[in-house]
Nanobody
Framework: QVQLVESGGGLVQAGGSLRLSCAAS????????MGWFRQAPGKEREFLVA????????YYADSMKDRFTISRDNAKNTVYLQMNRLKPEDTAVYYC????????????????WGQGTQVTVSP
């Protein structure tokens, strides 16, 4: 079992940056691929980016490649999402998730989810 806790969200002006963190409990973190998703009010959950269990591979949604960067530190049981040049349309609740096997953009691949952290980007 893996428990995930996101942090680092908040209010930022357009053009600013934030780094989200997702801390995982349990000794098996390094065996899970990790993903970041977001959900804006009235919209479906959206895949952003994922990273393999050892950080050797990443997979980005096309629209995220130029502004968002995922990384992980297995020694710290933490995955990060660096977000740059933020826009008001990035306002959403951001979730991290853990996939025990196959991984990618589909939310159904992820077995464990955090509670989310709110990111609000003001114009």
């Amino acid at each position: 079992q893996v428990q995930l806790v996101e942090s680092g969200g908040g209010l930022v002006q357009a053009g600013g940056s934030l780094r989200l963190s997702c801390a995982a409990s349990g000794r098996t973190f390094s065996t899970y691929a990790m993903g970041w998703f977001r959900q804006a009010p009235g919209k479906e959950r959206e895949f952003l980016v994922a990273i393999s269990y050892n950080g050797g591979s990443t997979y980005y949604a096309d629209s995220m490649k130029d502004r968002f960067t995922i990384s992980r530190d297995n020694a710290k049981n933490t995955v990060y999402l660096q977000m740059n040049r933020l826009k008001p349309e990035d306002t959403a609740v951001y979730y991290c998730a853990a996939a025990p096997g196959n991984w990618g953009a589909r939310a159904a691949l992820y077995e464990y989810w955090g509670q989310g952290t709110q990111v609000t980007v003001s114009p």
